[in-house]
């Protein structure tokens, strides 16, 4: 798994790449625990390449959703696979989680784009 983190106007944008599981889980839980949060901030996890979620995976996002919440900011899923998807709504969690197309949807940000020729 890969994590990389971007700065938008609502908060840290952070992209989880390949599979968040057992063996995985830990390292998002711990990434997140060292971004300092302010009250108000939203927390965009961008799951567009996320390959595979287990059980500790879907732990690790609502361990994420505490640590926000401690600090008064939020937690928004942008671009969460199907599969994943379906997890989150057999067990309730799409009823928790703000879930967005793209991580751009999530945050207000427009996509940069060059002017028309």
């Known amino acids: 798994m890969k994590i990389a983190a971007r700065d938008a106007a609502t908060g840290p944008v952070i992209e ?3 599979d968040l599981d057992y063996a995985t889980a830990h390292e998002l839980r711990d990434f997140v625990a060292r971004t ?3 009250p108000g901030q939203r ?5 567009a390449r996320l390959e595979f979620c287990d059980s500790s995976g879907i732990t690790a996002l609502i361990a994420v ?11 928004a899923l942008a671009a969460v696979p199907a599969n994943t998807l379906r997890v989150l709504r057999i ?3 799409d009823q ?3 879930l967005h197309p793209d991580a ?7 996509p940069t784009t060059a002017p028309p020729r």
């Open 16 to 18: 989880v790449v390949g």
């Open 36 to 38: 300092a949060l302010r």
């Open 43 to 47: 927390v965009v996890l961008d799951l």
């Open 65 to 75: 959703r505490n640590h926000a919440a401690a600090a008064g900011a939020d937690v």
């Open 91 to 93: 067990v309730g969690l």
């Open 96 to 98: 928790v989680f703000p």
């Open 104 to 110: 751009h949807a999530a945050t207000g940000d427009r």
